[in-house]
């Protein structure tokens, strides 16, 4: 007399623990005015175009006024409006930052998780390849290739990517390695789940907290990769209003109108921080999940 045994009732899973999701990372004071700060800028970045008073691109004035009623923050170099060239010129830095951030955190963690949960020759082809884009100056790849390839928007994403995507992967994979010796992936395995499966479900949920802790950081220094090669002339070309080649054309006249410079400085500081504020947040929301469990 046999008896069928259900492999599924006899293993008792063990739960897999929460992670710190949105409603948790919430309750942090650095993440809600780290996002508060974000919507701001993205808000005031899609509809400053529309409240600039004069185009952003023709001159109204002497260059380097200095504020007035014609000019709420004086002229530039070429005599255009400051003010009208700020509302103007975060337009390119708002797509292309946050999509060059998405796009390193969602192919470093995949190449993560995989390496995480394969090993073996997977592991080490993949993770030595990102050790070369690490050892390698992502700012002279960045250079390089601009110089050959011209300094079009869409580059530049992928540039930043895959500047950002090995530090990624690397912190990926150190969160993720300590689970495969869980008990709920250990089952997964046992009852013959495939590998997807268990890369989707079992790992990818319990390294949530550390990929929002990488959006934040990864949007700041895409802000600041990006702002930085437009400040040297490899970025957006003129006569395109954008922050950071705003800070190149009008450096020399810090002393004689400040706010010509100034103002486009402000700006990208402001939407460096608040990524800033949300990474740190979150980071210290998760040290706190961790501490507890």
Same mark, same amino acid.
């Given at each position: 007399m046999?008896i069928?045994?259900?492999?599924?009732?006899?293993?008792?899973?063990?739960?897999? #623990?929460? #992670? $710190?999701?949105?409603?948790?990372?919430?309750?942090?004071?650095?993440?809600? *005015?780290?996002?508060?700060?974000?919507?701001a +800028?993205t808000?005031?970045?899609?509809?400053?175009p529309?409240?600039a008073p004069y185009?952003?691109?023709? #001159?109204?004035?002497?260059?380097?006024?200095?504020?007035?009623?014609m000019? @709420?923050?004086?002229?530039?170099?070429?005599g255009?409006?400051? @003010?009208s060239?700020?509302?103007?010129? /975060?337009?390119?830095?708002a797509w292309m930052?946050?999509?060059?951030?998405?796009l390193s955190?969602?192919v470093g963690?995949a190449?993560a998780?995989?390496?995480t949960?394969?090993g073996? *020759?997977?592991?080490l082809?993949?993770?030595?390849?990102l050790?070369v884009?690490? $050892?390698?100056?992502?700012?002279?790849l960045?250079?390089?290739?601009?110089?050959?390839f011209?300094?079009?928007?869409v580059l530049?994403?992928g540039? =930043?990517?895959?500047?950002? +995507?090995?530090?990624?992967?690397?912190v990926?994979?150190g969160?993720?390695l300590p689970?495969l010796n869980q008990?709920y992936?250990?089952?997964? %395995?046992? =009852?013959g %789940?495939?590998?997807?499966?268990?890369?989707?479900?079992?790992?990818l949920?319990n390294?949530s907290?550390?990929?929002?802790v !990488?959006?934040?950081l990864?949007?700041s220094?895409?802000?600041g990769?990006?702002?930085?090669m437009?400040f040297i002339?490899?970025?957006?070309?003129?006569?395109?209003?954008?922050?950071?080649? +705003?800070?190149n054309?009008?450096? /020399?006249?810090?002393?004689?109108q400040? @706010?010509?410079?100034?103002?486009?400085?402000? +700006?990208?500081?402001?939407?460096?921080?608040?990524?800033?504020?949300?990474a !740190?947040?979150? $980071?210290?929301?998760?040290?706190?999940?961790?501490? %507890?469990?």
């Amino acid at each position: 007399m046999s008896i069928d045994v259900d492999l599924n009732a006899a293993t008792p899973r063990r739960s897999r #623990p929460r #992670p $710190a999701g949105w409603r948790r990372l919430w309750t942090s004071a650095q993440v809600r *005015w780290g996002v508060t700060l974000l919507v701001a +800028m993205t808000v005031l970045i899609a509809i400053g175009p529309f409240l600039a008073p004069y185009d952003p691109a023709a #001159p109204v004035g002497k260059p380097y006024a200095m504020p007035s009623a014609m000019a @709420f923050l004086g002229t530039d170099n070429l005599g255009r409006d400051v @003010f009208s060239r700020v509302l103007s010129g /975060g337009t390119y830095l708002a797509w292309m930052a946050p999509i060059s951030a998405l796009l390193s955190v969602a192919v470093g963690a995949a190449i993560a998780l995989v390496t995480t949960y394969y090993g073996g *020759w997977t592991d080490l082809l993949l993770m030595r390849s990102l050790d070369v884009l690490l $050892a390698f100056p992502g700012v002279l790849l960045t250079l390089l290739c601009v110089s050959v390839f011209g300094p079009e928007p869409v580059l530049l994403v992928g540039l =930043v990517t895959l500047t950002l +995507m090995p530090g990624v992967a690397r912190v990926i994979r150190g969160a993720a390695l300590p689970l495969l010796n869980q008990e709920y992936v250990l089952w997964a %395995k046992a =009852v013959g %789940k495939p590998a997807h499966n268990i890369i989707l479900r079992e790992l990818l949920p319990n390294v949530s907290s550390p990929l929002l802790v !990488e959006l934040g950081l990864r949007l700041s220094w895409s802000v600041g990769i990006l702002s930085s090669m437009s400040f040297i002339g490899y970025g957006i070309q003129p006569p395109a209003a954008d922050w950071g080649l +705003m800070v190149n054309e009008n450096g /020399g006249g810090l002393g004689t109108q400040p @706010f010509a410079a100034l103002a486009p400085i402000v +700006m990208i500081v402001l939407y460096t921080i608040g990524g800033a504020l949300v990474a !740190e947040g979150a $980071a210290r929301v998760v040290a706190r999940t961790e501490g %507890k469990a």
